[in-house]
């Protein structure tokens, strides 16, 4: 998998917090745990995971 997990200061806030994904800001996708930043658990929807790991 390679996703980005962005530098705090690009997080919005529900992204921040651990409650939508870091690449797209969806809140309602099924997630995956992707990293941490300052001890918050970050996570990446599935869709936003697949198309990391084909390549596009």
């Known amino acids: 998998m390679s996703i980005t997990v962005p530098i705090p200061e690009q997080l919005n ?17 099924a997630m995956r745990p992707v990293g ?10 599935v869709a936003c995971i697949d198309h990391a790991e084909d390549g596009r």
């Open 13 to 29: 806030a529900p992204q921040a917090d651990g409650r939508a994904c870091v690449a797209c800001g969806s809140e309602t996708a």
């Open 36 to 45: 941490d930043r300052a001890g918050v658990q970050l996570f990446a929807c």
